[in-house]
């Protein structure tokens, strides 16, 4: 009698232990296939696949490979191809240079050290020397009649900010107030001809050390002048949060005051500050060619089959960098072959598991994501289907399945019925839906759901998330520092093969629902982006 009862009590604690999708009878996924799919794109082969490179170019094959062997058509300009035209921006450190003027005296900034050169600088080779003024968060936000700018006068000046926001800001209005083309239109407008931002310590994703060993990397932009958003820009830097006191003497405030403020996104001060800059960038120029991947499954109902609903990841990563503890390829499997390779395995899971669909889904491979959401941005503002046909974009980056899914993160939550459906269809799996945890990061507008919503599409981006103060909090974090943009996200890391399953059954189920809802998605009628709603 005594071994029947261990042996029940043994079978109970297993199951009690088993993750919540294996005791689900109707999910379509079992994570394998998945990582299966992130194996080969993070592979060392595909060289981290740069924007533009023969690496990235690899990884299109194996999609495009994999799209056709799925039954799912090419939807692109080319074929499954719409090429996007690209100026890479590469800072000339060793011709360039800054320093602070105060009293009289020049106190040389060096780069890495005490700040990043950012390559929109336009005075390429040129002296330029302004005052320096400190406008605390930088914003401009008339929803909420903050105007951080007014408080001084910033003709011909260089402004210094916080990255942040007050808390009485919804996070989602400060993101996007926080993005360089809303920020710069209102900097630019007041007088300003460049801008120092400062990293919020208590947001910083990653160390400043780590940020510093890439600076070499080149940046990019769009290459139609339509897509220019700092016009004007004469310079502007990335300030180690470390260094930042040197900004602040004689000021009447220290850095650290007002961080201690920012922290707590309490309202910040502006003022001007005793030191003048000086400072000429050198910045080099070329062109490169790159291409998102856009490839479609038909609906069925003879109307709603020319509206689609767009699943989109980026491909793209950060290819060769900077050694890491004697690494220089920075693979990107959770960013982003993860969400790369889930759209993959929903491609394969509709097609060998077919689902009643009116409208019909759109898979999109961006590329440039890591440049500024270049690819999306262009698929966005020129899309291979008519605008107006495009009813909503479920964003899938780094969505990081690394501990079990019991909350299903949201951005966009709030914003749109399509936050609502996602919350339901994540219930309905045992799956608690929670809004952006951490306002301060401006996660909201830093991925490629961002492009999407301000042409009026309602998006959602959705991760396993975690409550704030508990373990999973800490797990998160220890990613964030150790493997974000760092070689060290590769494909030996831990990953939760469970989680991942679960995850791509609510896509999968949110497409769905998407794609035979007789009703668009809809934008609520308090949010913000409900003004660039088209349809």
Do not use: C
């Not at 689609?308 to 982003?336: E, K, P, Q, R, T």
Request: glycine letters at 6%.
């Amino acid at each position: 009698m005594r071994r029947i009862l261990v042996a029940i009590f043994l079978v109970v604690s297993l199951l009690a232990a088993e993750p919540l999708f294996a005791q689900s009878p109707n999910l379509h996924f079992d994570g394998q296939s998945w990582w299966d799919h992130v194996r080969i794109l993070a592979d060392d082969n595909m060289e981290g696949r740069e924007t533009g490179s023969a690496g990235l170019r690899r990884a299109q094959a194996y999609v495009v490979d994999q799209l056709k062997k799925n039954a799912i058509e090419p939807a692109g300009s080319d074929g499954f191809y719409q090429p996007v035209k690209l100026v890479q921006r590469l800072v000339v450190e060793k011709n360039s240079s800054a320093a602070l003027l105060r009293d009289g005296k020049t106190e040389s900034l060096v780069p890495g050290d005490d700040f990043i050169f950012s390559s929109r600088s336009e005075n390429s080779e040129k002296d330029l020397s302004a005052s320096l003024v400190f406008i605390g968060y930088g914003l401009k936000i008339p929803e909420k009649n903050l105007d951080e700018l007014a408080a001084q006068n910033l003709s011909g000046k260089i402004v210094v900010f916080i990255n942040g926001s007050p808390s009485d800001i919804p996070a989602a209005l400060a993101s996007h107030y926080s993005t360089i083309g809303e920020r710069w239109k209102s900097l630019h407008g007041a007088g300003a001809i460049g801008y120092i931002a400062i990293p919020n310590p208590a947001s910083l994703d990653i160390p400043w050390s780590r940020i510093s060993v890439n600076r070499a990397q080149p940046s990019m932009d769009l290459a139609d002048a339509e897509f220019n958003e700092t016009d004007g820009l004469k310079l502007a830097f990335f300030f180690n949060p470390a260094s930042a006191e040197k900004l602040f003497v004689g000021s009447g405030h220290t850095f650290a005051e007002l961080a201690a403020l920012a922290k707590d996104r309490k309202p910040l001060p502006a003022f001007p500050l005793t030191a003048s800059i000086q400072a000429h960038v050198a910045v080099q120029t070329s062109d490169v060619e790159s291409a998102n991947l856009v490839a479609k499954l038909s609906g069925s109902d003879p109307t709603l089959k020319n509206e689609f609903v767009v699943l989109s990841a980026h491909l793209d990563h950060l290819g060769i960098g900077a050694a890491i503890n004697g690494d220089s390829l920075y693979n990107g499997a959770m960013d982003d072959a993860s969400g790369s390779a889930l759209l993959l395995d929903v491609a394969a899971s509709l097609h060998a598991h077919p689902e009643k669909l009116g409208r019909s889904l759109l898979f999109v491979f961006v590329t440039g994501e890591e440049k500024g959401l270049l690819g999306s941005r262009y698929f966005a503002t020129r899309p291979t289907v008519p605008a107006k046909s495009i009813i909503a974009d479920v964003n899938v980056d780094m969505f990081l399945p690394i501990v079990p899914l019991k909350f299903l993160e949201v951005k966009g939550l709030e914003e749109s019925d399509l936050g609502d459906r996602a919350a339901a269809v994540a219930a309905s799996l045992g799956v608690k839906a929670i809004p952006d945890q951490e306002p301060l990061r401006n996660r909201f507008i830093r991925s490629d759901q961002y492009s999407f919503i301000v042409k009026g599409v309602p998006a959602v981006k959705m991760d396993d998330g975690f409550i704030i103060g508990s373990p999973e909090q800490k797990i998160f974090k220890d990613w964030l520092t150790n493997r974000y943009h760092a070689p060290s996200d590769d494909l030996s890391q831990p990953k939760d093969l469970a989680a991942a399953a679960l995850y791509e059954e609510i896509v999968r189920r949110l497409l769905v629902d998407a794609a035979n809802n007789p009703a668009r998605p809809h934008w609520k009628p308090d949010s913000f982006f409900r003004r660039y709603a088209t349809n």
